[in-house]
């Protein structure tokens, strides 16, 4: 449609030429002819002129909308980058979503499959009683002598975690077998089930309040004969059997440790592990699988490894090491022989406790050949969050010198030796909880651990040990 600006501009340029020759004719004395040319032609270059004009100004109203584009378009791509960026953070959230879903869902899994051992061990057991019912009530078994019952402690903790006794409290020595019958006896009491645990206590010193535990590990041939750990475990990593006990002892461990915290939020258990698991991807695949189904348990489940091991890691050992710390478990170090320790690095690579034997601590001999005084290792330790523990404790007096190297924890025969859990314990209800009270000498059979004396600290020494404690204050 035509403007009114167009039509006006149209009539002015006529008029302009149209007087233009007007004038012209009339004060220039030219013909009409000539005159109406001249004006024609004024008219033709004024309509050039209009055309011109208008041109060029559309041009450059094309150029300031093709800006206007082009800024439009880069505001246009900013906003789909930023769409881009919101997405990827939404794709990631979602991922992670799955992930943690996954992994509760691989949590649940465990405790299913934990669940349906439990309920296999609780239907062994009662087929058991109901097998001992059909058969009629055993006859009594003869009363121990007293030797044995003198004995009787010792013999249940003479693996090499546990504590050393006096000569009248010495374990009986095995009965000797060949290498064939051991690794026999080895295969059988694991494929029946045989393995039992021992608890024994680790308290705060002075004040003797159970704080951790430590599982030790035995053996059951067919005869019922008990085997430490120090007559099988060579035997079984030779035959490629130790991943298979590290695995079961886990699993026992677990389910104590559950049980042991439904009283008690504070507490903690400590497992051996061996260096041939940690080597054997099979074995420590399994491990890792069922550690990672059970890590809501790490801050309270404590692997131990031998330091003479920890010494012999190569790359892959540190890995799989790790791979463990990542999932929140943490380490401890015992059977140490001397008091040279990087305290950065073990507790860069997760380690959280040194268990170290009193004697050791309190040996003149150890200032001169070691790096740091002893009465310094507890103080050294804690700047980097590692606690000392003294273990192998028997008397009062090496309580005494202790608390004067600021020592916090303490673990022997002093406090309690370590006790059977109940077959009908560990298996139908998870296990027990805690040391009953023992005689501060540690004699006496190990009774088996009783789910009522979860909070009962050890007992109170008598005479001369009960003089001594007093000399460093009330517990």
């Known amino acids: 449609m035509i403007r009114i600006s167009t039509i006006f501009i149209a009539v002015c340029m006529v008029l302009v030429a149209a ?52 800024r439009g378009t880069a505001d246009l791509a900013r906003q789909v980058a930023e769409f881009g960026r919101r997405l990827s953070a939404i794709e990631g959230k979602v991922v992670s979503a799955n992930s943690a879903g996954a992994d509760r869902m691989q949590g649940v899994i465990g405790e299913i499959n934990e669940l349906g051992v439990l309920v296999k061990q609780l239907a062994t057991t009662v087929a ?18 007293r030797s044995a019952q003198e004995d009787g402690p010792a013999a ?3 693996a090499p975690e546990s504590q050393s006794v006096s000569a009248s409290t010495a374990a009986p020595t095995a009965p000797s077998r060949s290498q064939t019958q051991l690794v026999a006896a080895v295969k059988s009491a694991i494929e029946e089930n045989r393995l039992d645990i021992y608890l024994q206590p680790m308290v705060t010193l002075p004040q003797r309040k159970v704080r951790y535990y430590e599982a030790v590990t035995r053996l059951r041939d067919d005869k019922d004969q008990v085997l430490a750990a120090s007559d099988f475990i060579g035997t079984a990593e030779s035959a490629g059997l130790i991943g298979r006990i590290d695995h079961a002892v886990m699993l026992r461990c677990v389910q104590v440790l559950r049980r042991l915290m439904v009283r008690n939020k504070d507490i903690g258990l400590f497992c051996n592990v061996s260096a041939a698991t940690l080597t054997n991807p099979a074995n420590f695949a399994q491990c890792l699988d069922f550690l990672e189904a059970n890590r809501a348990l790490a801050p309270s489940f404590v692997l131990e490894f031998k330091q003479e091991t920890l010494r012999k890691f190569g790359p892959a050992e540190r890995e799989n090491l790790a791979a463990l710390a ?32 009193a004697s050791l601590l309190l040996d003149p001999k150890q200032s001169s050949t070691s790096d740091i005084h002893p009465s310094d290792l507890s103080d050294l330790l804690g700047r980097f969050g590692i606690d000392l523990i003294a273990e192998k404790i028997e008397g009062e007096r090496a309580v005494v010198d202790l608390l004067d190297f600021d020592v916090r924890f303490g673990q022997g025969f002093l406090f309690a030796p370590p006790r059977p859990l109940r077959p009908e314990g560990a298996s139908a209800t998870g296990g027990a909880t805690a040391i009953k009270p023992q005689d501060s000498n540690g004699s006496g059979n190990p009774a088996p651990i009783e789910t009522a004396a979860i909070d009962q600290p050890p007992p109170r020494a008598t005479g001369n040990a009960a003089l001594a404690r007093r000399a460093v204050g009330p517990n």
């Open 326 to 357: 990542q999932r929140g478990y943490r380490f401890s170090i015992d059977h140490v022989s001397d008091l040279r320790f990087e305290p950065r690095d073990l507790a860069d690579r997760g380690f959280r406790f040194i268990k170290v034997p």
């Open 19 to 70: 007087s233009l020759g007007l004038v012209l004719y009339s004060w220039a004395g030219i013909t009409f002819y000539e005159s109406a040319l001249v004006a024609l032609t004024a008219l033709t270059f004024l309509v050039l002129y209009n055309a011109v004009s208008l041109r060029l100004r559309d041009r450059t109203d094309v150029g300031s909308q093709i800006a206007d584009l082009s």
């Open 128 to 145: 058991t009683h109901e097998e001992m019912l059909a058969a009629g009530p055993p006859a009594a078994p003869p009363p121990p002598s």
């Open 156 to 158: 249940h903790a003479a």
